[in-house]
């Protein structure tokens, strides 16, 4: 192994908004790289350029500027050999509705160029490790979300990919399913060395990847392992359980306090040397006659360190024109 | 890449047959419209019916009356007394024509001078047609029979006949009946060729866009062209059905004479259903609904079917408008189909025809593949 699979060097991609009347940047000069047998999470809130990066790396969009390459091939001259290596799952449910589950497998097979044997061979393997062995014939439009995603992947996987593309593979589908899924991707990361590519809202997803790239506006505004991602919140996060949502702004007042989240009744407040200040910072609160339920020291998540980016983000537009 | 082909073939296939409702609509449709055509439509207008004013009553107004019902055209309702009855009889429905003969009509038509008004109304042309041939040719040969008679009264022994200056016999070719049916069955074929060709295929291309399943297509190594013949061999079979329950009911069940060679009214048609496949697949190119689509398509069909010759004689349009209907495909293809189902011809008598459809499927084609992306752009 070793190597890299996906390279992307200042993509940018904008389209005609009738609403702004203009044209919009989604994706204003992305660069990253991808090593083969990695799995990357473009991580981002609706909007904020994932889709368009997944089509600009398929070759389903030209880049207006910058370079892309997928296996070492031209996303934008050889878009042919990426897809042979490649699987593309897009974010809409895109398998046929009127075909059934074994149908839609063989279609793709044959699709990608497969003999009707080694379909024969390979749709039954897919769909037991899909967990759908049990309803071959079913119509595809009578699975539930879950079964949809799963079917999905399978059909991107029949042709033995060396990276697959997901576009937000979990949106609208249950918990449990969602663990199933990435059990799933877990399984083929392990077994065949398969880089991902992956899109998603969920941050909890994001733990499961290797490199998390934070998309904003259409740009990345940080990279790194889950871990480094959550090293660029400043100081240490402590919890307080209130049932008073002013007791966010007291709180910001205190000296010392360099952020502060709110997640309805929770407040996260980051500060350095958490072990020390934590009864400060409950005293500060409880001297508003503002009841302290709990708190506690506790270890930030990609979630919390993706909202401080975000406002970081945010008060620097602001500042700049 | 005859694998991919065969592919999209397979699919399209399973999913046409899966669509049981709409499968049984686009078969239903052509044999409806048939037995629409073959029942209801009637080009000739007979049976009209009339009322009388005679002011005369005298033995020559009742034997032109007699003329006139005997034509078959003009059923007597019923006599009223004055113009005005007829029109109102006229006005509210009651009666579609009115035969006004003035006061003295013997007397008039002994000095040959003998006037009759027939009152058509006008609302609906086909009767205005029928009936205003009809009662000309019944005045006329009226005329005819009572000046012969009266010069062979006046010179006994002469041959009546050989009095007439000229005598007029029209022999319908093909169609001696001048029966709708025979008149609309090559045009209705031509009409389902382009109808269902170009919306099926607009639609099971513009479907994919809908479902979002173009995407997943786009990212397989299916090339356009390969999804496009994939897309159009199960059109061109649904298509070749209806055509051939079209011709079917035509011939056995109407009783159409079919002249020319099926052989190469079969070639004929698919030329035809291959340019208006690719109309298809530029209109799915256009339209990211299905409803957009099916507004295309029956703005293509409208002007198909006024201005091919399908309804309306081409030679009585004004040039202009005549040449937008040589823009049309259908009308290349009514004229070889009209050809050779009714009146037999072989492929010399059609052939510039031919090559305008070979020119039109050509540019349609070059035109279709170039517009369908391989990118979602």
């Known amino acids: ?321 | 890449m005859l694998q991919r082909i065969w592919a999209v073939m397979q699919k399209q296939f399973i999913q046409t047959l899966r669509d049981r409702r709409t499968l049984m609509v686009i078969i239903a449709l052509p044999v409806l419209m048939l037995f629409l055509m073959g029942y209801a439509v009637e080009i000739q207008v007979d049976h009209i019916r009339t009322v009388v004013v005679d002011h005369s009553r005298d033995q020559r107004s009742w034997s032109f009356i007699e003329a006139l019902e005997n034509s078959g055209f003009f059923d007597v309702l019923y006599y009223v007394e004055s113009q005005d009855e007829a029109i109102r009889a006229i006005d509210e429905g009651r009666a579609r024509a009115a035969v006004v003969i003035p006061p003295d009509f013997l007397g008039a038509v002994e000095r040959g001078e003998a006037q009759a008004l027939v009152i058509i109304d006008g609302s609906d042309a086909m009767t205005v047609q029928s009936a205003y041939n009809a009662a000309i040719t019944v005045a006329e040969s009226y005329s005819v029979d009572l000046l012969t008679r009266k010069l062979e009264r006046s010179q006994p022994g002469a041959h009546g006949a050989a009095l007439q200056p000229l005598d007029v016999r029209v022999r319908v070719l093909y169609n001696p009946d001048m029966k709708a049916i025979i008149f609309m069955v090559p045009g209705i074929v031509a009409m389902i060729l382009q109808n269902q060709a170009t919306s099926l295929t607009a639609f099971s291309i513009v479907k994919e866009r809908e479902a979002g399943t173009i995407e997943q297509l786009l990212v397989t190594p299916i090339r356009p062209l390969e999804l496009m013949i994939g897309k159009l061999v199960p059109n061109v079979v649904v298509a070749s059905i209806n055509m051939l329950t079209i011709l079917g009911l035509g011939v056995f069940w109407f009783k159409v004479p079919f002249s020319g060679s099926i052989w190469l009214f079969f070639w004929m048609a698919l030329l035809f259903m291959v340019s208006s496949l690719g109309l298809g697949i530029l209109v799915s190119t256009v339209s990211s609904t299905q409803a957009q689509a099916q507004q295309l398509v029956l703005m293509i069909l409208i002007p198909s079917l006024v201005l091919s010759g399908y309804i309306f004689p081409r030679e009585m349009m004004p040039k202009l408008v005549r040449f937008a209907g040589d823009l049309i495909p259908m009308t290349y293809f009514l004229q070889i189909s009209r050809g050779i189902i009714t009146r037999g011809v072989g492929l010399r008598l059609v052939w510039s025809q031919v090559v305008s459809l070979l020119i039109y499927a050509a540019v349609v084609f070059a035109l279709s593949a170039g517009s369908f992306k391989q990118r979602l752009e």
């Open chain 1, 1 to 321: 192994m070793g190597g890299e699979m996906i390279v992307a060097e200042d993509l940018h991609k904008a389209f005609y908004s009738h609403r702004r009347r203009g044209r919009i940047e989604a994706v204003a000069g992305i660069s990253l790289r991808v090593a083969k047998g990695e799995t990357y999470g473009l991580i981002g809130p609706d909007g904020a350029g994932k889709s368009t990066m997944m089509r600009l790396l398929n070759g389903l969009y030209i880049p207006d500027k910058g370079r892309a390459s997928v296996g070492s091939y031209d996303t934008v001259r050889q878009f042919r050999e990426i897809h042979r290596i490649s699987g593309y799952m897009a974010q809409r449910f895109a398998l046929y509705g009127d075909l059934t589950v074994a149908e839609n497998l063989r279609f793709f097979g044959r699709a990608y160029g497969l003999s009707a044997a080694e379909c024969a061979e390979r749709v039954p393997k897919l769909l037991r490790f899909a967990g759908l062995d049990r309803f071959p014939q079913r119509l595809a439009a009578r699975l539930s979300g879950g079964m949809k995603k799963k079917l999905a992947l399978a059909s991107m996987l029949i042709h033995n990919p060396e990276v697959v593309f997901l576009d937000e593979p979990t949106l609208g589908v249950d918990p449990v399913s969602r663990r199933e899924f990435w059990d799933l991707l877990s399984a083929l990361r392990a077994e065949r060395g398969l880089t991902i590519f992956v899109c998603t809202p969920y941050m909890d997803e994001a733990e499961r990847c290797h490199t998390v790239g934070l998309i904003y506006e259409g740009r990345l505004i940080a990279q790194g392992t889950p871990h480094d991602i959550r090293a660029l919140l400043p100081g240490q996060m402590v919890e307080l359980r209130t049932n008073n949502l002013r007791a966010a702004e007291i709180i910001a007042g205190v000296e010392g306090v360099l952020e502060v989240q709110t997640y309805g009744r929770l407040l996260r407040v980051f500060v350095e040397d958490a072990r020390r200040r934590i009864a400060a910072l409950v005293g500060a609160i409880e001297a508003s006659g503002i009841e302290v339920s709990g708190a506690r020291v506790a270890e930030p998540g990609i979630e919390e360190a993706f909202v401080y980016l975000i406002r970081r983000q945010r008060q620097g537009e602001m500042r700049r024109p």
